[in-house]
């Protein structure tokens, strides 16, 4: 079901809840600060050059997304100062 069909509401709420669920999953491995927006992020600066995939492509980049790459995006983040303003 593409982004169209579903309704912006509704696949936005999608996203959030994934974003949320990957969040507790990694609160559960230690990270105990990471938010539902920081995990979207972290997924969606990919997407910065050619916009949202579809909707498979997001879960599936979401719920795969591992605690070094996101460690190493909040790293690269900070040194550009682009986060914890």
Sequence with gaps: MAE???G????NEAIE???RSKAEEFRLL???QVTGPDIWDCVSQKYE???IPPLYQLVNDILSLK???FMNFMT???YRGSRFD
């Design 4 to 6: 169209d069909e579903m």
């Design 8 to 11: 912006e509401q509704e696949f």
């Design 17 to 19: 809840s994934l974003c």
């Design 30 to 32: 230690g990270y105990e």
């Design 49 to 51: 050059k050619n916009g």
């Design 67 to 69: 605690t070094t790459q």
């Design 76 to 78: 690269i983040s900070a």
